[in-house]
């Protein structure tokens, strides 16, 4: 085990101290990433990033964030402090969504357009793999346990699941019409599956990955889009995009506790580590809302550009 030397830990905690956390949000018709700070929930900043950006995720330091660029075939490497881009990485055709590798050093993208899955390496740019998976890929994350990656097709309506490392296809899976998004369980067990046509939250158990569940989201307006999944897992969030809302579920009961009204047609969606705020990105009414998960009330909105598609909480 290597240690730091004394006073590197506290100069860690200062310098997270100094900065307030940040919400990005990936402006598609902008080609920017509008930044708000979560102290006032005011925009801080303005960073174009190239065109078209898309899915986003961060570094395991929180120092740079990783935003896919559908029309320019890379990531964006965007500097937290200085809010600048500071390098762009290839990675494919059409990339759609972004995951990190469980020791910070891979990217992993859904290539929309190639109906394919790339992973590169983000220090030497080297491609590890690119795998076919269903048709019209987007939603992509990797399982907590860092060994598989799990990739909606939205046509092929399924999910592949493929081992991290060799980028082999281990299984496909089908699931209602249209998947867009996957989040997982904090304790590995479960994946979180949201299919947009089909109006359904599919629950997957991790170890066969094999669907267990389906629960009908809202009404016929409802599309679910983005998830997210509370700090002790027993909350997901799901963004209804046309519903004009965020559906509760109880992840014990696999029901709906409760629907909180936000902006037209919420896409992206975050969460603050403590589970107290949740941000969503309203494509159709071109902001953010902010609500208060205690209450399951909208208590901010925020413009943002034009057609926000992703959210991503920055502590």
């Not at 290839?90 to 020791?103: I, K, N, T």
């Not at 479960?190 to 267990?212: C, I, M, Y």
């Not at 998830?227 to 997901?236: E, I």
Request: glycine share 10%.
């Amino acid at each position: 085990m290597r240690f730091l030397p004394a006073g590197t830990l506290l100069a860690c905690f200062v310098s997270f101290a100094a900065r307030a956390d940040l919400v990005f949000v990936s402006d598609e018709r902008g080609d920017d990433v509008r930044v708000l700070s979560t102290e006032d929930n005011t925009q801080v900043a303005v960073i174009a990033v190239g065109k078209r950006p898309r899915g986003m995720c961060t570094s395991l330091d929180r120092k740079t964030v990783y935003v896919a660029l559908g029309d320019e075939d890379a990531v964006a490497l965007v500097d937290v402090d200085s809010r600048k881009v500071v390098g762009k990485v290839p990675v494919g055709r059409d990339p759609e969504q972004v995951a990190l590798s469980r020791d910070g050093k891979v990217l992993y993208v859904s290539n929309e357009a190639a109906s394919t899955a790339t992973a590169v390496e983000i220090a030497s740019q080297r491609k590890v793999f690119a795998s076919r998976v269903g048709t019209e890929p987007e939603g992509v994350g990797v399982a907590p346990s860092g060994r598989k990656v799990y990739v909606t097709g939205e046509s092929s309506d399924d999910v592949t699941v493929l081992d991290a490392r060799s980028g082999k296809v281990l299984r496909r899976f089908k699931v209602g019409a249209r998947p867009r998004w996957v989040a997982f369980s904090p304790d590995g067990k479960q994946a979180f599956v949201s299919a947009e046509v089909g109006g359904t939250l599919h629950f997957v158990d991790l170890a066969s990955d094999k669907p267990r569940a389906a629960l009908k989201i809202g009404n016929g307006q409802t599309k679910p889009d983005g998830l997210a999944v509370s700090p002790d897992g027993k909350l997901v969030y799901v963004a209804e995009g046309r519903g004009a809302a965020v559906s509760v579920v109880d992840v014990a009961s696999r029901t709906v506790k409760t629907r909180v009204p936000v902006g037209e047609r919420p896409w992206g969606i975050a969460l603050s580590p403590q589970g107290d705020r949740l941000y969503t990105a309203n494509g159709g009414s071109n902001d953010v809302s902010v609500v208060d998960t205690a209450s399951a009330k909208t208590i901010a909105r925020v413009p943002v550009g034009n057609k926000p598609y992703g959210v991503l909480y920055v502590p």
